[in-house]
């Protein structure tokens, strides 16, 4: 695990070694089997801008002078089972006499392939809108204490509506992320990094003032293969529950837009 503020210290969370051969001379070409078994590999691979986490398989060769290395990467993905627990995302925000807006997500949680769904419902209108668009936020956090880093990384920007909204319009949200370059949520992992995910609803009027407001969501990354121990029925049950789309909705008080960052 590096951090590139912290440059020279690696820190290492997994470590195991293996001799392979008895002190003595190489004189001609050999072959070295080995094998690590049972591996714990707790978190997934991951390059950011602040920080780098890696596996890889170093052999060194010690001699008196210096040491033959060499390294080889090995990238690890971290596969999550389907949550049971996905409620959906609603909220009221707006400004006072202004503006007030309903936005709804269909769910909380998303594989890294899935689709967000949801919509934007205008309930006063009273100011001239220009266009309305929704960002995917990364947020990298490195660091504890006193020296805690924050890089945001805007992943994506999507425009849902063009134009100015009238009173009980509906604009619908369909947004796929399978074409993003994205990682599973990361929360605090061996205590010196995490990477959050947001959706970034941003409103703009002909004045080019920006309203928006954020709201954390958690990817995480689905396994493609199914056992090929489970049957074929099975299989097609796992796909139907996967692709349920029952949740409950969660509501949240009404909060004014303006505080949430108006730039």
Same mark, same amino acid.
């Given at each position: 695990?590096?951090?590139?503020?912290?440059?020279?210290?690696?820190?290492?969370?997994?470590?195991?070694?293996?001799?392979?051969?008895?002190?003595?001379?190489?004189?001609?070409?050999?072959?070295?089997?080995?094998?690590?078994?049972?591996?714990?590999?707790?978190?997934?691979?991951?390059?950011?801008?602040?920080?780098?986490?890696?596996?890889?398989?170093?052999?060194?060769?010690?001699?008196?002078?210096?040491?033959?290395?060499?390294?080889?990467?090995?990238?690890?993905?971290?596969?999550?089972?389907?949550?049971?627990?996905?409620?959906?995302?609603?909220?009221?925000?707006?400004?006072?006499?202004?503006?007030?807006?309903?936005?709804?997500?269909?769910?909380?949680?998303?594989?890294?392939?899935?689709?967000?769904?949801?919509?934007?419902?205008?309930?006063? @209108? *009273?100011?001239?809108?220009?266009?309305?668009? +929704? #960002?995917?936020?990364? =947020?990298?956090?490195?660091?504890?204490?006193?020296? &805690?880093?924050?890089?945001?990384?805007?992943?994506?920007?999507?425009?849902?509506?063009?134009?100015?909204?009238?009173?009980?319009?509906?604009?619908?949200?369909?947004?796929?992320?399978?074409?993003?370059?994205?990682?599973?949520?990361?929360?605090?992992?061996?205590?010196?990094?995490? @990477? *959050?995910?947001?959706?970034?609803?941003?409103? +703009? #009027?002909?004045?080019? =003032?920006?309203?928006?407001?954020?709201?954390?969501? &958690?990817?995480?990354?689905?396994?493609?293969?199914?056992?090929?121990?489970?049957?074929?029925?099975?299989?097609?049950?796992?796909?139907?529950?996967?692709?349920?789309?029952?949740?409950?909705?969660?509501?949240?008080?009404?909060?004014?837009?303006?505080?949430?960052?108006?730039?």
């Amino acid at each position: 695990l590096e951090l590139y503020y912290d440059r020279g210290n690696h820190h290492e969370f997994v470590s195991l070694v293996k001799d392979l051969a008895r002190p003595g001379e190489f004189t001609q070409s050999q072959t070295f089997d080995f094998e690590f078994t049972h591996v714990e590999k707790p978190y997934e691979s991951y390059t950011g801008q602040n920080v780098k986490l890696r596996y890889f398989l170093r052999a060194t060769v010690s001699r008196r002078l210096n040491d033959v290395v060499k390294e080889m990467d090995i990238v690890v993905h971290t596969l999550s089972t389907y949550p049971e627990l996905n409620s959906s995302i609603k909220m009221e925000v707006g400004i006072e006499d202004c503006l007030h807006i309903e936005f709804e997500y269909n769910k909380s949680k998303y594989h890294l392939k899935d689709v967000i769904v949801g919509k934007i419902y205008f309930l006063l @209108v *009273r100011i001239k809108i220009k266009h309305m668009e +929704i #960002d995917i936020i990364k =947020r990298e956090t490195t660091g504890t204490g006193p020296n &805690v880093y924050h890089e945001n990384d805007t992943i994506a920007k999507y425009e849902i509506m063009d134009g100015a909204p009238v009173r009980g319009e509906s604009i619908p949200i369909r947004l796929f992320l399978a074409g993003y370059e994205l990682t599973p949520t990361m929360r605090d992992i061996n205590k010196k990094f995490s @990477v *959050r995910y947001y959706l970034n609803l941003v409103l +703009i #009027d002909e004045e080019e =003032r920006r309203y928006f407001k954020q709201q954390e969501v &958690v990817l995480w990354r689905k396994g493609d293969i199914v056992r090929k121990s489970m049957s074929h029925q099975a299989a097609i049950a796992s796909q139907r529950f996967e692709g349920s789309s029952s949740h409950t909705e969660a509501k949240t008080p009404s909060q004014p837009a303006e505080n949430n960052g108006r730039q």
